[in-house]
C-alpha cells in the first residue's frame, strides 16, 4: 500500500515513521506546505518521496491519505481526500463540528472508503491491560471514571485545551465503558490569555449511576497523566508518567450497609492487596497502523473509526456549550452516542 501523510509539523514524524516501518507500506509519501518541515523529513528518512502541494497527494497513487494538520483543516481535507477515492487516517479530534463527522463518515460508507480516527490511547498497552480488566469484571460495577492531563502544553491556534487534550481521555472513557450512555456534559473553563480556555474541568453523566470527570490545563508547573477509574470491587491507577508500574490494581473500596437507618449506616473500609499488571510495550502508532491497514485489507469497520470519532466530538461541542453558559448542564440525545 502507498501512504500519503499530509502534515509534517509535531504529530507527522511519528506517522511516518511507523508507516514506513509496516511491512505491508511499499512506499510513503510526505507533503506539508512549509519547506523546512519537508527538510526535517527528508534528514531522517531519506526513502520518503516529498511533495509541498496537497493537491497533488489527493489525486496521486496514495491508497491511504493521513492527515496530520490543525483540527480547522481536517474537514476540508479529509473530504477532499474521500472524493479521489482515498481511504483516510485523521488525526484526533475528528472533525471541529459533529456536522462535518456525519458527513465524512456518509461519503465514506457510499463510496466504501474506511475513514480511522487516531485516538492513538486505544492501542496503548495500558489502555487495553484497562479494557481488559474492567471487561473482566475484575473492578466490579464501574462507579466513576476521574481523569487528570495536565502540563505546560503547547497552546493550539485553532483549538482550545478541551478539543486539545480531552479527547484522548473521552476515548479512553468511550472504550472502556461502551455500555455506558452518555446523557449530559457540563464544562467550566478558564481563558486566562488570547480567549481561549487553558484550563477547564469537563463532566460527563451517564444514563449508569457512573460519573466521569476530566481535568486539563495547559498551564500546569507540573506534568500530570493519571486516572482512577473506581469500581465497587476494586479500583484501579493508571499513571502514565511511571515507568515500570503503569497501572495499579487496588484491592480497596467501601462496603456501606444501607440495611441501617440512614443515621445509623455502617460503613466498612477495605484495603486490601495492590498489584501491578504487565502491559504490552508495543508502540501504540505502531498497532494503530496495523489496525487500519487490517480494516482496509478485511473491507471492515477499523477499531477507532469515524463514529468513535463523532462520539468524541459531541462531547467536546456539548463541552463548548457549557462553557458559554458558565458550566450549564448540556444534555446530549444518548441514542445517538457510543
Ligand atoms: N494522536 C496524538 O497523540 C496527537 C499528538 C499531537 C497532535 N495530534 C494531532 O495532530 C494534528 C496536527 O498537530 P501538530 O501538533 O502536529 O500540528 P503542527 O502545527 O505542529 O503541524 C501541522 C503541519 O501541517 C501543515 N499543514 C497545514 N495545512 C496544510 C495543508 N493544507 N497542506 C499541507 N500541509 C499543511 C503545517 O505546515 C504544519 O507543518 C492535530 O489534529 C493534533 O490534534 C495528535
Known sequence: MIVGVLG???????LVRNFLAHSEVSKVIGCDTRNDRLKFIAARFPSVELINECNKLMEGEADIVVIATPVDTHYKLAKKALENGKHIWVEKPFTSTSAEAEELIELAERKNLKIFVDHTFIYNGAVIKMKELVDKGELGNVLYFDSERINLGLFQRDVNVVWDLAPHD???????LPKHEVVAVSTNGIANFNGSENLAHLCVQFKQNTFAHFHVNWVSPVKI???IVGGDKKMLVYDDMEVMEKI???DSGVDFDTTESIHQALVQYRVGDMFSPKINATEALALGAQEFISAIQENRVPLTSGQDGLDVVRILEASDKSIR???EIVELDS????
Open 170 to 176: 473521552i476515548s479512553i472513557m468511550n472504550y472502556i
Open 225 to 227: 497523566r493519571r486516572m
Open 325 to 327: 453558559n458558565n458550566g
Open 8 to 14: 509534517l509539523g509535531y504529530w507527522g514524524p511519528n
Open 335 to 338: 441514542s445517538v452516542l457510543i
Open 248 to 250: 495499579k490494581v487496588y
